[in-house]
């Protein structure tokens, strides 16, 4: 393992879903994360998954980072993190979440975890970033969104490499591992573009 992160930050949903092992994944992260002594970054609220994760994390002695949009703010509760931002909008909460973590790890949620997901992906195909992106994987949640992906590798639309960079685990402990140990993205978008 080359080193272990100060930040985290973790994308999931601001729902429950419908299982729950959802809300228990979240709360074992926020776990993990804390007795690693690992800050959580995450975006604020003190619902579904993202509120179980918070008050783990915060109940385990973790530190706890909570990034809002200020029109979220003024009409949803939050966890009462060790640290609260409130920014601008979506745009400005994403670019902090980044600035503010060196790794990003996304949970069962829904089309916000997904795009925040995809951003931070992306970015890193970009060479925006070379901090390393994870998957929980919860009771095969990422299950068909794994095939699709590989789906667009396949059409040509992605690099396998890419696919690949994707850190996938079911357990938490060993998916930080992971991602502590993975090297930086070995494929970029640009470079491919040149040729």
Do not use: N
Not at 31 to 55: F, K, N, P, Q, T
Not at 71 to 78: C, G, I, K, N, Y
Not at 94 to 112: H, N, W
């Amino acid at each position: 393992m080359r080193f272990m992160f100060e930040s985290v930050c973790v994308f999931c949903g601001s729902s429950p879903g419908t299982r729950p092992g959802y809300a228990e994944a979240a709360r074992a992260m926020g776990r993990e994360l804390a007795r690693r002594r690992i800050r959580l970054v995450y975006g604020g609220g003190d619902i579904g998954c993202m509120g179980e994760l918070s008050r783990a994390a915060l109940e385990a002695g973790g530190k706890v980072l909570g990034i809002i949009p200020r029109r979220l703010f003024e009409r949803v509760a939050t966890a009462e993190p060790t640290e609260l931002v409130i920014a601008d909008d979506m745009h400005d909460r994403k670019a902090r979440m980044y600035e503010a973590s060196e790794a990003f790890i996304a949970l069962p949620g829904g089309v916000g975890t997904m795009d925040e997901l995809f951003e931070a992906w992306t970015w890193r195909q970009l060479g925006y970033h070379s901090k390393p992106v994870g998957l929980l994987e919860v009771e095969g949640f990422f299950g068909p969104f794994l095939a699709l992906i590989k789906t667009i590798a396949g059409e040509g639309f992605m690099s396998p490499a890419l696919v690949a960079d994707l850190i996938v685990d079911d357990e938490a402990p060993r998916l930080l591992d992971r991602m502590a140990a993975a090297p930086p993205i070995a494929y970029h978008k640009l470079q491919e573009s040149r040729g």
